[in-house]
């Protein structure tokens, strides 16, 4: 049974990683369950200088899910180098770093910065980012600046380079297409749909900022619909999430195309969720006769 996934010039162990936000920067979850066994840890999002995050509350939950407006709280790509990443890389498992940034420019000095440290696997480029010198918009929605985005953090690195889209788009497949032709090696979908909460006792939404993002069970569907859509509109191995808490849900995500998954909400439940969905996986390929994780696909009805 091969667990293996390719993705660019590297190989991960297994198809279950950690999705990033939700699970630190992976050594705060050490004592929970054993790292080792993952196929990814995708840390929380660095950026080139600290970022404080927004103002609390940053967290609602809704009916099966979760809304976060957290503000990319991290502590720079120098602090991230110095103190968040070398514990980890004594890891069997593979550590991707999430990008961010207000900027081109920013984006590709932390990828600059990264890119010689020991242990580090590759990256997840997070597109969900307002963009300033847009007013604000997310990078994630014009096409011609992603492929510009992804080209230029190309030029920089051989490491792989994940793609990871926004699904509040008219069309994800427009948007996977573009990182693909700017050089991706792989792309990650879905990161949270925006969503809002208001508490009718203050008239006011429950998150300072008004909306957040939406996670968990609730935005499965949605998930499942666009890496399905995405698979089909790309070459490239699709990592897929949103709201995977079991092995089945995994495998849904497996089915329509994805080449491996990740795990966010559903740890803040469970820590040990990621090992039992690798485990159920497993289990699911042997009783079917599905010789390696990657062929899962190709095994839809
Ligand atoms: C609290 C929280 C923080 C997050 N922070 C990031 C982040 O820094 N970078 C990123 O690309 N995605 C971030 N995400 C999105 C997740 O990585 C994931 O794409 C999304 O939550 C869907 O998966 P899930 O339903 O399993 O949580 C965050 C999600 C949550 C819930």
New binding site residues.
């Given amino acids: 049974m091969i667990l293996s996934v390719k993705i660019g010039s590297g190989t991960l162990n297994n198809p279950v990683g950690v ?4 699970f630190g920067y992976g050594s705060e979850y050490e004592q929970l369950l054993d790292l080792s066994r993952l196929g990814a840890i995708y840390t ?2 660095v950026t080139l200088e600290a970022r404080a995050g927004n103002e609390i509350p940053r ?1 609602v939950e809704t009916p099966s899910g ?1 809304l ?1 407006s ?1 503000g ?1 709280a991290n502590v720079g790509v120098e602090r991230f180098l110095a103190e968040k990443l070398p514990p980890l890389t004594g890891l069997r498992c593979a550590i991707i770093a ?1 990008v ?1 940034g207000a900027s081109e420019d920013e984006y590709a000095a932390v990828v600059e910065r990264l890119d010689g440290a020991p242990g580090l696997f590759g990256y ?1 480029i ?1 597109l ?1 980012c307002p963009n300033v010198r847009h007013g604000g918009l997310a990078f994630g929605t014009d096409p011609r600046q992603i492929e510009r985005l992804t080209g230029r953090l190309r030029a920089i690195t051989a490491k792989p380079l994940i793609v ?1 889209l926004t699904p509040n788009v008219t069309d994800i497949a427009v948007i996977a297409k573009a990182a693909e032709a700017g050089g991706a090696d792989a792309i990650s979908c ?3 749909l925006v969503g809002m909460v208001i508490d009718t006792g203050t008239r006011r939404p429950v998150l300072p900022l008004g909306s957040g ?1 939406l ?2 069970p609730a ?1 499965r569907p949605v998930g499942v619909a666009m890496t399905w859509k995405v698979s089909r509109s790309v070459a490239i191995p699709v990592i897929g ?4 808490m079991t092995a089945d849900d995994a495998l849904q995500y497996l089915l329509a195309g994805a080449s491996a998954v ?5 740890t803040f439940v469970d820590p040990s969720i990621p090992i039992k969905v690798l485990e159920g996986i497993e289990e699911y390929c042997v009783r079917e006769g599905i010789d390696s994780v990657e062929k899962v696909k190709e095994f839809l009805k």
Avoid at 19 to 22: D, L, N, V, Y
Avoid at 241 to 244: A, T, Y
Avoid at 262 to 266: R, S, Y
């Fill in positions: 999705a990033s936000g939700t929380k999002a967290m979760l976060n957290i990319l999430n961010a997840e997070n969900s990871k879905i990161n949270t993002g996670s968990g935005v999430m949103g709201g995977i990740q795990i966010g909400t559903g």
